[in-house]
């Protein structure tokens, strides 16, 4: 089993970049699948981008392609999310995610662990 910890939310202006890590307080993720999702007030949850156990496939939504970018480092047991060319509708909770089954795909109800969220707020 392992805990998720999401970090590096905060308020920016649009057009600015944030980067967004997830590690584990308890436990390794170096053999799952790991996403990314995002939730706006009063909207579901929907995902941004995935990554699979070995970092060889990537996936994201197309609202967000050629913006984010995700990767890791599995020796440090972390994933991060670049958000480049931030606009206001990337407003939203963003939560880290965990796959067993080692693939990171887009349906929230594959993922088995979750973080608690961190908060990403884009300025107009």
């Known amino acids: 089993q392992v805990q998720l910890d999401e970090s590096g939310g905060g308020l920016v202006q649009a057009g600015g970049s944030l980067r967004l890590s997830c590690g584990s307080s308890?436990?390794?993720?170096?053999?799952?699948?790991m996403g990314w999702f995002r939730q706006a007030p009063g909207k579901e949850r929907e995902f941004v981008a995935g990554i699979s156990w070995s970092g060889g496939s990537t996936y994201y939504a197309d609202s967000v392609k050629g913006r984010f970018s995700i990767s890791r480092d599995n020796a440090k047991s972390t994933v991060d999310l670049q958000m480049n060319r931030l606009k206001p509708e990337d407003t939203a909770v963003y939560y880290c995610a965990a796959d067993r089954n080692g693939i990171g795909p887009k349906t929230a109800i594959s993922y088995d662990y979750w973080g608690h969220g961190t908060q990403v707020t884009v300025s107009s």
């Open positions: 308890r436990g390794t993720f170096s053999r799952y699948g």
